[in-house]
């Protein structure tokens, strides 16, 4: 006898609806959690596709400064691989005045961009490379 007026003594000091409040809480603290954490991985996300776009501009950069004859201030074509990945992306060469450069090497600035996703602002990545002359000193 003594074990069920225990029982009825249990349950007469615990609280009723506190599993619900409980569960409420979590609720609470999980929406809560989830509407710091999604904006803040999409942002990490951004970031990540515009370094991302910087890597591979500066390679495409490189590969069009190779095989660039040092007499054509004309911009080539992307690659095929580079602009299937980023359709709207564009190139440019401006050759630089031989007067910007101390030893006379003739130069290309070479430019990509891209209209950006985050508020509509343009992304560039540029690079000058500088071309050996015959007439440069050593």
Same mark, same amino acid.
């Given at each position: ?25 979590? +609720?609470? @603290?999980?929406?809560?959690? &989830?509407? /710091?954490?999604?904006? !803040? $991985? ?46 709207? +992306?564009? @190139?440019?060469?401006?050759? &630089?005045? /031989?007067?910007?450069? !101390? $030893? ?35």
């Amino acid at each position: 006898m003594r074990h069920d007026s225990l029982n009825q003594i249990q349950r007469a000091t615990q609280p009723r609806g506190i599993l619900m409040t409980e569960a409420l809480v979590a +609720a609470i @603290l999980t929406g809560v959690l &989830l509407a /710091l954490l999604v904006p !803040s $991985l999409t942002a990490i996300r951004r970031q990540r596709e515009l370094q991302r776009f910087e890597a591979l501009a500066l390679v495409e950069i490189n590969n069009q400064a190779e095989f660039r004859p040092e007499t054509s201030a004309s911009p080539g074509k992307l690659s095929a691989w580079f602009q299937a990945r980023y359709p709207d +992306a564009r @190139l440019a060469a401006e050759p &630089l005045e /031989l007067a910007t450069n !101390s $030893l006379g090497l003739p130069g290309v600035r070479f430019t990509i961009a891209r209209s950006g996703e985050m508020n509509g602002t343009e992304q560039k990545v540029s690079l000058v490379v500088w071309y050996p002359s015959e007439r440069a000193q050593p």
